[in-house]
């Protein structure tokens, strides 16, 4: 039987003795067949016929390797390209000039410094940021609602110590005591000065006793001033303190101390303040700081009318009070020294306005470092961004100075108790009763508290105690009570109401929701009033 060789589909087997490149015949070629030239170019100008070996280039296995991966690719043949981009492809390929080397290295240098420099006051911003406001930093970028009471008002205690003062006598106390009230809404702020000497009961033992002036007690929570955390118990028990005085619920304290006035001042480029002499005086004049220049200047010292202060004036003007001779327009000492440390805060909230710091949060983070341990509060950093936008949206006319010292209404006097001069409430010493309904009735969104108008209430149900109770009754719901005393001697069936004042609108509808079956009457009433008196009320037994 004859072996067949195997072969593979679409291919031959070769045979002995033939060669790679030989054409594989089925059959003898024809005699007659005519000849082919099956001469090819090598590529190196040597011609040869199909089929025949070529010496020394017989085919390896690289060239095998070569053809299979030409096949394989898929890209398209390179185009031809012109001559104009075989010169700009050369041009491209050659090196860069050392110049370009230098300036491209130069710029790079420049963009990485530019960033270690801006996340380096970053990192300071944000560090002097977390010492002085509470909660964490990254929340600044947050705009939370501030804190409020049932008015609706944001309160602050503004708190100013002389620490920073080489030499200064009781550089602790807090000589400057401010209370700035601010709506969100309405978008208005009242701001009122406690009187440093007001005479307290510290409800603790401090260096003068149990009781004293009231700059002390910020230094009798306790005296660890290298701690945060003693600061902020210092000042959230202050805060409780003096809101407890003028009847104001407190949510903010800020401390601040000389140099935060005058870094904040220069800040903005100085502000322009009005300034006025007391007692119909030319200006203010006052020589206890020029020691500092050996009297050899004036460092206050101003006619009547507009000035710009510097830093430094600014804040000797926010001290002065006018406690040495020579001195002029201070006559009502730290009554005067007040009114001008509300000027100077008014003034610097405009000029940081007009000069873009109130609206631009790097400037306000900026001056916040630069105030550094000279500042410290309980505001959370989330609250700062709605601190700035308030600021700037809240108009200087829609910021009200209030005084507790006023020719037509003072709730605080200035007398002699236990042998020290100190301001006391006029009421009497420790009454602060009329102190509270002062500022109630300015600060307060009730219309009935806001139209003031006085309340008389009678006792005609011959129950000892019963008018007064009344009488606290109508004080909480904001009612402004001026006297409580006995009605006269005769028969009350009901409560009667007697109507003085027809312009209080507001009062009165309030009354009649307070007291429903309320006998109304617009005739004399039983006893003699005064002048500031709207309404008369007589009660009987704990009637409503």
Same mark, same amino acid.
């Given at each position: 039987m004859k072996n067949k060789r195997p072969s593979i589909d679409g291919f031959v087997p070769r045979r002995n003795g033939s060669q790679l490149g030989d054409f594989h015949r089925t059959k003898r070629p024809s005699a007659n067949a005519g000849s082919v030239n099956r001469s090819l170019h090598t590529g190196?100008?040597?011609?040869?016929?199909?089929?025949?070996?070529?010496?020394?280039?017989?085919?390896?296995?690289?060239?095998?390797?070569?053809?299979?991966?030409?096949?394989?690719?898929?890209?398209?043949?390179?185009?031809?390209?012109?001559?104009r981009q075989r010169r700009r492809l050369a041009k491209q390929s050659q090196p860069r000039s050392k110049l370009r080397r230098i300036l491209r290295g130069f710029f790079i240098t420049l963009v990485i410094i530019g960033v270690i420099a801006a996340g380096w006051l970053a990192f300071k911003t944000f560090l002097a940021g977390g010492n002085?406001?509470?909660?964490?930093?990254?929340?600044?970028?947050?705009?939370?609602?501030?804190?409020?009471?049932?008015?609706?008002?944001?309160?602050?205690?503004?708190?100013?110590?002389?620490? #920073?003062?080489? /030499?200064?006598?009781?550089?602790?106390?807090?000589? *400057?005591?401010?209370?700035?009230? +601010?709506?969100? @809404?309405?978008?208005?702020?009242?701001m009122f000065s406690i009187p440093r000497d007001l005479y307290v009961k510290y409800g603790m033992a401090c260096n003068s006793g149990y009781e004293g002036k009231i700059n002390e007690y910020f230094n009798c929570v306790n005296d660890n001033y290298g701690s945060n955390d003693a600061e902020q118990e210092r000042l959230s028990q202050t805060q409780a303190f003096v809101g407890d005085i003028v009847g104001v619920d407190i949510q903010y304290g800020i401390h601040v101390n000389n140099t935060v006035i005058?870094?904040?001042? #220069?800040?903005? /480029?100085?502000?322009?303040?009005?300034?006025?002499? *007391?007692?119909?005086?030319p200006g +203010?004049?006052? @020589?206890?700081?020029?020691?500092?220049?050996?009297?050899?200047?004036?460092?206050?010292?101003?006619?009547?009318?507009?000035?710009?202060?510097?830093?430094?004036?600014a804040l000797y003007l926010a001290m002065a009070r006018g406690d040495i001779a020579p001195t002029y327009g201070l006559g009502n000492s730290n009554f005067d020294r007040e009114k001008n440390q509300q000027k100077i805060i008014i003034a610097l909230k405009e000029k940081a306005v007009t000069t873009g710091t109130l609206t631009n949060l790097s400037k306000v983070t900026s001056?916040?470092?630069?105030?550094?341990?000279?500042?410290?509060?309980?505001?959370?950093?989330?609250?700062?961004?709605?601190?700035?936008?308030?600021?700037?949206?809240?108009?200087?006319?829609?910021?009200?100075?209030?005084?507790?010292?006023?020719?037509?209404?003072?709730?605080?006097?200035?007398?002699?108790?236990?042998?020290?001069?100190?301001?006391?409430?006029?009421?009497?010493i420790f009454d602060y009763d009329d102190i509270r309904a002062f500022i109630d009735e300015t600060l307060s969104s009730n219309p009935v508290t806001r139209e003031k108008a006085g309340i008389v209430v009678l006792n005609g149900s011959g129950?000892?105690?019963?008018?007064?109770?009344?009488?606290?009754?109508?004080?909480?719901?904001?009612?402004?009570?001026?006297?409580?005393?006995n009605a006269p001697e005769g028969t009350y069936n009901g409560i009667e109401i007697y109507q003085i004042d027809a312009s209080k609108t507001a009062t009165i509808a309030k009354l009649k929701e307070f007291y429903p079956k309320a006998i109304i009457k617009t005739t004399t009433p039983p006893v003699v009033v005064d002048v500031d008196t709207s309404f008369v009320v007589i009660v009987v037994s704990s009637q409503k």
């Open positions: 190196n100008r040597v011609r040869q016929s199909v089929g025949e070996a070529r010496t020394s280039q017989a085919i390896g296995r690289s060239d095998i390797d070569e053809s299979l991966r030409e096949i394989d690719t898929s890209e398209p043949p390179a185009k031809a390209i012109s001559r002085i406001f509470r909660g964490s930093i990254f929340d600044i970028l947050q705009s939370q609602t501030l804190k409020q009471d049932s008015d609706g008002r944001s309160n602050f205690l503004i708190l100013g110590t002389s620490e #920073d003062d080489p /030499g200064h006598g009781g550089a602790f106390l807090t000589d *400057s005591m401010m209370v700035l009230s +601010v709506d969100q @809404t309405k978008k208005n702020a009242y005058k870094d904040a001042v #220069d800040a903005v /480029g100085g502000v322009d303040v009005n300034i006025q002499g *007391s007692n119909g005086d +203010v004049y006052d @020589t206890n700081f020029d020691w500092r220049c050996k009297y050899k200047c004036n460092l206050v010292k101003y006619t009547n009318g507009v000035h710009h202060l510097d830093g430094a004036h001056l916040i470092d630069a105030l550094g341990q000279n500042l410290r509060t309980n505001i959370q950093t989330g609250e700062i961004q709605t601190l700035m936008k308030l600021g700037a949206e809240i108009k200087a006319d829609n910021i009200k100075s209030i005084s507790l010292f006023d020719d037509d209404k003072s709730v605080v006097k200035s007398g002699n108790y236990n042998g020290a001069s100190v301001v006391m409430p006029s009421a009497g129950v000892e105690g019963a008018g007064q109770a009344q009488a606290d009754r109508l004080r909480a719901k904001g009612f402004i009570i001026s006297a409580v005393d």
